[in-house]
T-cell receptor, first 110, second 114 residues
């Protein structure tokens, strides 16, 4: 079993749609949680950290359920520019063992 | 601002050749790491370093060596290239603190071993 598992995708949605990605992790000792975005043939970049209380950044909302070892990302009012692969990442407290999910590809269509 | 710089961007090697992928960061980050990204596998940690003179193995270290003589540089050496090492390689750096922090990635090196 992979340490971090994500919805395989791909997700193809129209502009303006709401889309949700799920992620589960197996290491109960994980302390830090992130969503990264990766554009085609580019490097990953931090989208947002995920906190136990849940957090929101504009159209993006991230949730963490430690008991179920589950992380989610909700994107509202999808834009064409949201098309990318979204990577779920978990790590220990000191960030030196980041474990990545395989990513979920999102395509937003006009 | 340069951030994390990787060279080369592309490389083709013959089986058995050796080479070094360069990685440099100008953010004075203590942590640096190397990942490989293969289709359907996500990024997998090869080696990492928590500071100059300190390195450790990640998930997939076999066939690779690293060294960290300075804070800025963290080269990855392929000892004897094999077709299974065909991949995209990313170097990353971050500043450690409780709760984790953002990792900054280089632009990647696309390596093909024939």
């Amino acid at each position: 079993r992979k340490e971090v598992e994500q919805d395989p995708g791909p997700f193809n949605v129209p502009e303006g749609a709401t889309v949700a990605f799920n992620c589960t992790y197996s290491n109960s000792a994980s302390q830090s949680f992130f969503w990264y975005r990766q554009d085609c043939r580019k490097e990953p970049k931090l989208l947002m950290s995920v906190y136990s209380s849940g957090n929101e950044d504009g159209r993006f909302t991230a949730q963490l359920n430690r008991a179920s070892q589950y992380i989610s990302l909700l994107i509202r009012d999808s834009k064409l520019s949201d098309s990318a692969t979204y990577l779920c990442v978990v790590s220990s407290y000191n960030n030196n063992d980041m474990r990545f999910g395989a990513g979920t590809r999102l395509t937003v269509k006009p | 601002n340069a951030g994390v710089t990787q060279t080369p961007k592309f490389q083709v090697l013959k089986t058995g050749q050796s080479m070094t992928l360069q990685c440099a960061q100008d953010m004075n980050h203590e942590y640096m790491s190397w990942y490989r990204q293969d289709p359907g596998m996500g990024l997998r940690l090869i080696h990492y370093s928590v500071g100059a003179g300190i390195t450790d193995q990640g998930e997939v270290p076999n066939g690779y060596n690293v060294s960290r003589s300075t804070t800025e540089d963290f080269p990855l050496r392929l000892l004897s290239a094999a077709p299974s090492q065909t991949s995209v390689y990313f170097c990353a750096s971050s500043y450690p603190r409780v709760g984790g922090t953002e990792a900054f990635f280089g632009q990647g090196t696309r390596l093909t071993v024939v």
